[in-house]
């Protein structure tokens, strides 16, 4: 395993294959740890207790799970139903031994108002139930959130719930295509940003909605704002786990070997030529002249 990228992990969505093809290719291409999707685990052939032993074996960590979705700001049945779900996903972390849950602003039309404060205590309540199960909730901004669209709003409704094990994931890619400042990073406490999910672009997001074609970081148009903005959170102080994915219908199309090497070279490259932690490599041309390959 290479030190310097102990902290890159891959997100599964990223790959084809079966859950075991997977985390193998990820184990192959150096990585140590891995960002696994709740429907990996639901959708197992084996069934849920053969994908976590499959989990297990891979000897890689599960930096975090992903996502509950649509869970603040619900009232009524809406409501007592997503505290079921989230429930039922902080055991899946327990028994994964995954200490993180990654909990996405809801896009549901349901969501009443934008009361941020009710926002806060959902939060507040989400976090106190995992407590016992020793996870942090990593609340994360999405371009469709009804309410909460961007990782400011995100950091705000954090604050306002006040609790331990409640802190910030960031989406790059989505906080650099929406043109947040990266001034904004300052106003977040370094020790309550619990996850930074890094992608890169080739083209910018759709006209009326939609996604980016999603590459890995280093390979697009974002490349030099992405570096800039983890140089940014190193500096203040970050140090948890970096999340890479690539999502788009190529990848899904390739062997799962060939993606996680692609990652491997992403993570280098932030690791070395970005952050500097060995001896610095030529620049970006070293990480789009391997594309060629």
Not at 15 to 30: I, M, S, T, V
Not at 40 to 53: C, I, K, Y
Not at 267 to 290: I, K, Y
């Amino acid at each position: 395993m290479n030190d310097n990228i102990a902290d890159f992990g891959l997100d599964t969505a990223t790959l084809a294959g079966p859950l075991e093809h997977r985390l193998g290719a990820l184990r192959e291409a150096g990585f140590s740890q891995v960002l696994l999707q709740a429907r990996d685990l639901a959708a197992h052939a084996g069934g849920f207790d053969a994908a976590v032993a499959a989990v297990k074996a891979s000897g890689l960590r599960v930096a975090a799970l992903q996502s509950l979705r649509d869970f603040e700001g619900l009232q009524g049945p809406l409501h007592d139903y997503k505290v079921d779900v989230a429930k039922a996903m902080l055991e899946t972390c327990r028994a994964l031994g995954c200490r993180l849950l990654v909990v996405t602003s809801s896009t549901a039309a349901a969501q009443p108002g934008g009361d941020v404060d009710a926002m806060a205590r959902d939060l507040r309540k989400l976090a106190m139930l995992a407590v016992p199960m020793g996870v942090r909730i990593a609340y994360k901004a999405v371009a469709a959130g009804r309410h909460v669209n961007d990782f400011a709003i995100a950091w705000d409704v954090v604050s306002r719930a006040d609790c331990p094990n409640l802190g910030l994931g960031l989406d790059a890619c989505h906080a650099l295509g929406a043109c947040t400042p990266l001034d904004t990073l300052d106003d977040i406490d370094p020790e309550k940003l619990f996850l930074v999910q890094l992608a890169d672009a080739l083209s910018e997001a759709p006209a009326g909605g939609g996604h980016a074609l999603e590459v890995f970081p280093g390979e697009g148009m974002l490349s030099a704002r992405l570096a800039e903005l983890v140089v940014r959170l190193d500096r203040l102080g970050y140090r948890g786990a970096y999340g890479l994915s690539a999502c788009n219908d190529d990848a899904l199309q390739l062997p799962p070997a060939r993606v996680a090497q692609r990652a491997r070279r992403a993570a280098e490259w932030l690791a070395e030529d970005v952050l500097r932690r060995s001896m610095p490599l030529p620049n970006l041309m070293r990480l789009r002249g391997a594309q060629a390959d």
